[in-house]
């Protein structure tokens, strides 16, 4: 496959996320759990949806359980959490595989893309995807979504 374009998600409400019709959008799309350390990065999430929302970028939350059993709730004890913890309003995706033979497509891909190193090791591993599908940057857990490393590759992406 060509581009992360090529791949949907179910979302969280059962709905499809068909990742084409953010073509033209820069697109965060992290792998999140309710019950780990870094949880509270739901908070930053929001304020970047908030922030660049309006400009073009579209942060998408994968909920994973696949790291230290953190994320052991259904899809809406998920949605429930994240909107009265975190008042988060960006799209989320059902419950998903993203390491492995059977992790979800799009991470499968970003492995090809990238390597076995860009892989996520952790919960809330960040992926940038740019306006045309291209994966153009990778952030492991530790850095904040509203770092100047992030908030950089953000602009760039909605410039380009």
Not at 48 to 59: A, N, R, W
Request: proline share 6%; charged share 20%; aromatic share 10%.
């Amino acid at each position: 496959m060509a581009s992360a374009h090529d791949f949907t998600f179910s979302g969280i409400d059962g709905k499809p996320i068909d990742l084409k019709q953010y073509a033209g959008k820069a697109v965060l799309v992290v792998n999140v759990a309710s019950f780990c350390g870094f949880t509270p990065q739901y908070k930053d999430l929001q304020r970047l949806h908030e922030t660049y929302g309006p400009k073009g970028l579209v942060v998408l939350g994968v909920p994973s359980n696949d790291f230290g059993a953190q994320e052991p709730r259904t899809e809406p004890e998920i949605a429930k959490f994240c909107e009265t913890s975190f008042g988060v309003t960006f799209p989320m995706t059902a419950k998903q595989k993203v390491v492995g033979a059977d992790a979800h497509g799009l991470y499968r891909w970003i492995s090809d893309e990238g390597g076995e190193a860009l892989a996520p090791k952790w919960n809330f591993h960040k992926y940038l995807i740019d306006k045309a599908g291209k994966l153009v940057g990778a952030w492991p857990s530790k850095v904040s979504p509203t770092s100047t490393e992030i908030a950089g590759a953000v602009d760039k992406a909605l410039a380009g």
